[in-house]
T-cell receptor
Framework: AQSVTQLGSHVSVSEGALVLLRCNYS??????LFWYVQYPNQGLQLLLK??????LVKGINGFEAEFKKSETSFHLTKPSAHMSDAAEYFC??????????FGAGTRLTVKP | DAMVIQNPRYQVTQFGKPVTLSCSQT?????MYWYQQKSSQAPKLLFH???????NEADTPDNFQSRRPNTSFCFLDIRSPGLGDAAMYLC????????????????FGPGTRLTVL
C-alpha cells in the first residue's frame, strides 16, 4: 500500500526566508502526489498536485514542489515566507484504485 | 462557485445522544468521503461513497454510519457519541473515473467541529 512520511512535525522560519517542507512517499506503482494546506478550524485546501506530467509543479500562493523519483520525494518549497503562510501542511499520495493517504502533517510557524 | 458545504460548522451533543452531520456539494462529483480529524493529526478516512457504493474502512467503529440519498448530499450519523468522538469531521468530494476507480484530487468542506459533553 502507498504511504507518505513528512519529516518534521514543526517547522519555523522567519518572514522572508525559504520554506522547505519535506515529504517522502512509498508506492509500488507511479503515484499521484498532493500538498494540502489547512488553516485553523478550516478544511483542507489543495496547494498543488503531481500526476505524472512535469516533475516541477507550481501551485497557489507561490508554492512549488518537485517530484524526484530517485529519492522518492515530493518536497514543498516557497522562496520567501509570508506571515499568512502559517498553517498545517499535509502531503498525500494516491494510486489508482486506492484511497488517498495523508502524512501526519507539518505545522509551519512564520516569525516576524 | 462550486463548493462543498458542511452544516453545522459547530455541533455540541451529549454523551450517548445521536447526532447527524451533513454535507452537500455543487461540484457534481460522484465520490464523497467522510474523515475524522483529531487535534494535530492527519485526517482519518471513515468511509466513502463511490456513486451509490458504500465503502467502509475496516477500523471505522460501528457507531459511525453514513447515508447518501442523492449525488449532492451525504450524512454522517453517530449513533451514540462518546467523549473520544469529539473531533473535526471533514467531508470531501472527488471525481472518480471509469472502472479502475482512479481517485483524483479531493475537495474539502470547511468541516464540522463536534463537541461531546
Amino acid at each position: 500500500a502507498q504511504s507518505v512520511t513528512q519529516l518534521g512535525s514543526h517547522v519555523s522560519v522567519s518572514e522572508g526566508a525559504l520554506v522547505l517542507l519535506r515529504c517522502n512517499y512509498s508506492s509500488s506503482v507511479p503515484p499521484y502526489l498532493f500538498w494540502y494546506v489547512q488553516y485553523p478550524n478550516q478544511g483542507l485546501q489543495l496547494l498543488l498536485k503531481y500526476t505524472s506530467a512535469a516533475t516541477l509543479v507550481k501551485g497557489i500562493n507561490g508554492f512549488e514542489a518537485e517530484f524526484k523519483k530517485s529519492e522518492t520525494s515530493f518536497h514543498l518549497t516557497k522562496p520567501s515566507a509570508h506571515m499568512s503562510d502559517a498553517a498545517e501542511y499535509f502531503c498525500a499520495v494516491s494510486v489508482p484504485g486506492n484511497d488517498m493517504r495523508f502524512g501526519a502533517g507539518t505545522r509551519l510557524t512564520v516569525k516576524p | 462557485d462550486a463548493m462543498v458545504i458542511q452544516n453545522p460548522r459547530y455541533q455540541v451533543t451529549q454523551f450517548g445522544k445521536p447526532v447527524t452531520l451533513s454535507c452537500s456539494q455543487t461540484l457534481n462529483h460522484n465520490v464523497m468521503y467522510w474523515y475524522q480529524q483529531k487535534s494535530s493529526q492527519a485526517p482519518k478516512l471513515l468511509f466513502h461513497y463511490y456513486d451509490k457504493d458504500f465503502n467502509n474502512e475496516a477500523d471505522t467503529p460501528d457507531n459511525f454510519q453514513s447515508r447518501r440519498p442523492n449525488t449532492s448530499f451525504c450524512f454522517l450519523d453517530i449513533r451514540s457519541p462518546g467523549l473520544g468522538d469529539a473531533a473535526m469531521y471533514l467531508c470531501a468530494t472527488s471525481k472518480g473515473q471509469g472502472t479502475t476507480r482512479s481517485y483524483n484530487e479531493q475537495f474539502f468542506g470547511p468541516g464540522t467541529r463536534l463537541t461531546v459533553l
